[in-house]
């Protein structure tokens, strides 16, 4: 997840302020995130521009 409370999460247990138990908790499923990861070069081409907008 493209989440910067999960990777304070990754920090918290790397230097050891959490446990793994707790880390696990944390980091559980809360909400969906409609996040999608395209992993190949193959699926990257499969995506077309359509339009953009600035706010």
Do not use: G, N
């Not at 995130?33 to 995506?47: D, K, W």
């Amino acid at each position: 997840m493209a989440d910067d409370t999960i990777w304070d999460y990754v920090e918290d247990y790397a230097a050891e302020r959490i446990s793994k138990a707790a880390f696990w908790e944390l980091v559980k499923f809360k909400y969906p995130t409609h996040q999608i990861v395209f992993c190949t070069e193959a699926a990257l081409r499969t995506l077309m521009f359509e339009r953009s907008y600035s706010l």
